[in-house]
């Protein structure tokens, strides 16, 4: 079992649906967690990043994140065909050989809006 | 465009051989980190570096090594290439060395081919 488990999709939607995509872990230590988002062959970029449990909300961006479930989810509101990408989930611990918070990412979500 | 760059963008090459990746962080940022990206493993870390110093190490092959440079640019090596290896190398940099959820800025990958 992956330390981090996503849906690889794709989920496809109409343009204005609310989006939902989601992530399971089964490490307890995960104390950071972050969606990126990946367009067709470009580099991750960070859309947010949390640390507790609850929500955390950035325009049409909301993340969430359940710790006693293990579970985290990014919501989309009124989905443009521009976000259509990979959306990796993201969650790190303090690494074994140092001080350093390393991330461990999902497979990625693929997602397509369309017109 | 994050800031940060790599060179070359693609590389085709054959088993055996060795290849040197190339990153230059964003301006002001110490710390390097390199990711390998396949359909199989997903984005998987390899190693980081801050200021000069190896930092954290992560699931890196005997065969891979990596070094970051006084002007903090840093090259990833890869030695006696197999067809397993063929993936996207990312090279993302961020400002401090913890990662604690700050943001890590990702270039925009090295497509290696090994035939």
């Known amino acids: 079992q992956k330390e981090v488990e996503q849906d690889p999709g794709p989920l496809s939607v109409p343009e204005g649906a609310i989006v939902s995509l989601n992530c399971t872990y089964s490490?307890?230590?995960?104390?950071?967690f972050m969606w990126y988002r990946q367009y067709s062959r470009k580099g991750p970029e960070l859309l947010m990043y949390?640390?507790?449990?609850g929500n955390k909300e950035d325009g049409r961006f909301t993340a969430q994140v359940d710790k006693s479930s293990k579970y985290i989810s990014l919501f989309i509101r009124d989905s443009q065909p521009s976000d259509s990408a990979t959306y990796l989930c993201?969650?790190?611990?303090?690494?074994?050989?140092?001080?350093?918070?390393?991330?461990?990412f999902g497979r990625g979500t693929s997602l397509i809006v369309h017109p | 465009d994050s800031g940060v760059t790599q060179t070359p963008k693609h590389l085709i090459t054959a088993t055996g051989q060795r290849v040197t990746l190339r990153c230059s962080p964003r301006?002001?940022?110490?710390?390097v980190y390199w990711y390998q990206q396949s359909l199989d493993q997903g984005l998987q870390f390899l190693i980081q570096?801050?200021?000069?110093?190896?930092?954290a190490k992560g699931n890196i092959l005997e065969r891979f090594s990596a070094q970051q440079f006084p002007d903090l640019h840093s090259e990833l090596n890869l030695s006696s290439l197999e067809l397993g290896d063929s993936a996207l190398y990312f090279c993302?940099?961020?400002?401090?060395?913890?990662?604690?959820?700050?943001?890590?800025?990702f270039g925009p990958g090295t497509r290696l081919l090994v035939l």
């Open positions: 570096y801050y200021n000069g110093e190896e930092r």
């Open positions: 490490n307890s230590a995960f104390q950071y």
């Open positions: 993302a940099s961020s400002v401090a060395p913890s990662g604690r959820g700050e943001t890590q800025y």
């Open positions: 949390t640390y507790s449990s």
């Open positions: 993201a969650m790190s611990v303090r690494h074994a050989s140092g001080g350093s918070y390393i991330p461990t």
């Open positions: 301006s002001g940022d110490l710390s």
